[in-house]
């Protein structure tokens, strides 16, 4: 009885429900690896420890953050202690995206995100492509270990999502981090 309602209110109504605390511990995270990936990058480097914390600081500092409880925000800091051990990048050039905005009609043609002949979208954490032509594409969970999800729909959308806007790509392979647990 609710689902409809809800996906009336959401997708129709444009009305959405004020995010819980493990979601917005998600985004936070999110945006601090976002911006780390894309630092990393842009700077050549393997890792930046420091950079992470100016960071991770500079996020916690933002509106992204306002209104977090405390118990939901001291989470954040083990969760990206976890992460810099995961985040190290002996050739940083395979780094392709961080939180890729991708969209692709009922044709598999690519199409902004926002647009409303969007027939799938995917938001992809990080998407590495090495010299043979490989693409990894790497999911950051932050919630709790969750058993049989390589198989999931989410992650098979993003393969796929790849595979129709990437075709030269040889393979494609899905990778997940549970930042939490540091693994």
Not at 54 to 62: G, H, K, T
Not at 73 to 102: C, R, T, W, Y
Not at 122 to 143: A, N
């Amino acid at each position: 009885e609710e689902c409809p309602a809800k996906f009336k209110a959401e997708y129709i109504e444009g009305r959405r429900e004020a995010p819980t605390p493990p979601m917005q511990v998600g985004n936070v995270v999110h945006e601090i690896l976002d911006l780390y990936v894309k630092h990393l990058k842009d700077n050549q480097k393997q890792s930046d420890f420091d950079g992470l914390e100016r960071i991770q600081e500079s996020v916690l500092a933002s509106p992204l953050a306002a209104g977090l409880p405390f118990d939901a925000l001291s989470e954040v800091g083990p969760i990206i202690e976890n992460a810099a051990k995961l985040l190290v990048f002996p050739d940083h050039s395979k780094i392709q995206g961080s939180e890729l905005m991708l969209a692709v009609d009922r044709n598999w043609k690519s199409v902004p995100f926002e647009s409303a002949k969007a027939f799938v979208r995917g938001k992809i954490d990080r998407l590495d492509l090495d010299e043979e032509g490989c693409v990894t594409i790497t999911d950051y969970k932050t919630g709790r270990l969750i058993e049989g999800i390589e198989g999931s729909v989410q992650l098979g959308l993003y393969a796929s999502l790849v595979m129709a806007l990437m075709p030269q790509a040889k393979s494609v392979d899905v990778v997940l981090e549970y930042l939490r647990q540091g693994i």
